[in-house]
């Protein structure tokens, strides 16, 4: 009943931020707050249930392994996956390397254009396609303010919007960078703002995919893995910095776009 209830209340939660988006009212949002407090509080009392139950469960006959096993999995420590031996089409991949352009040739299948439905590649992508060309055709020029460097507001700024997530295989946290000094984020923002000028990605930035096992499917299949997508968190915040840029720069754009429309009308109507 426990687990039902909270798991009810962080559905709640979950679907809550979504209706305050599209209706922008502060009663949603109070009520968004109010889910939010209450599935936590659930998910701390659902905490300390269990533990208390497991607590009056320990007797001296209690496996010492099953001990450890709770307790390094309550500090956040989780015994090492092994992935078997893959097959698909008639291969066996055994070794890492065969592994992982396995997995990559399956994720790469999963994505490609040959799940869009008919409609869609025959009809809507030529549409789209045609649009984007004549788009690309008519663009101004680009605004020098948008490729200009990176300053050091932009930096600290994209590192005070980062929450504390997974690190990328470097084991690099976003708290590492809240606790840098100036000297060294001013040397970061010139690796920056190289890379934003050359072009040249890191190759380490490159390799992201973690594949996690779905619940309740046979090991041996590629199929049965999903790609998790854990990059350098470095990499992270050149992206967040890369994309206030574009997103003031489209904002921009999108405002002197509705003073040319807006003018054009005026000039249309003042010649009538």
């Known amino acids: 009943m426990v687990e039902l209830a909270v798991r009810r209340c962080c559905e709640k939660e979950k679907a809550?931020?979504?209706?305050?988006?599209?209706?922008?009212?502060?009663?949603?949002?109070?009520?968004f707050k109010r889910c939010r407090a209450r599935a936590r509080s659930f998910i701390l009392e659902a905490k300390s249930s269990s533990w208390q139950q497991f607590c009056t469960s320990l007797t001296s006959n209690t496996n010492l392994s099953k001990v450890w096993k709770v307790i390094k999995s309550c500090s956040g420590h989780r015994s090492s996956y092994f992935m078997p031996t893959l097959h698909a089409q008639g291969i066996s991949a055994k070794n890492k390397h065969h592994k992982s352009n396995m997995l990559a040739n399956q994720f790469a299948l999963s994505i490609s254009c040959l799940n869009y439905p008919p409609r869609f590649v025959n009809v809507t992508l030529p549409i789209q396609t045609r649009l984007l060309r004549n788009a690309m055709s008519h663009t101004t020029p680009i605004d020098p303010a948008l490729n200009q460097d990176f300053s050091i507001n932009e930096l600290l700024s994209a590192i005070n919007d980062t929450k504390n997530t997974t690190p990328g295989p470097d084991n690099i946290c976003y708290e590492l960078f809240k606790h840098m000094s100036i000297k060294s984020l001013e040397v970061m923002l010139q690796l920056f703002n190289k890379i934003w000028f050359t072009g040249k990605i890191p190759p380490s930035w490159l390799h992201?995919?973690?594949?996690?096992?779905?619940?309740?499917?046979?090991?041996?299949?590629?199929?049965?893995y999903r790609p998790i997508f854990l990059t350098s968190n470095v990499c992270h915040l050149f992206e967040n910095m890369m994309v206030c840029r574009l997103n003031w720069f489209l904002a921009m754009e999108r405002a002197e776009t509705k003073r040319r429309i807006e003018f054009e009308r005026l000039q249309a109507e003042a010649k009538l």
Do not use: E, F, G, Y
Not at 208 to 224: D, M, Q, T
């Open 16 to 31: 809550c931020p979504q209706h305050m988006k599209r209706t922008c009212l502060l009663s949603d949002n109070i009520i």
């Open 208 to 224: 992201s995919n973690v594949p996690i096992p779905k619940p309740n499917k046979p090991a041996h299949l590629p199929s049965s």
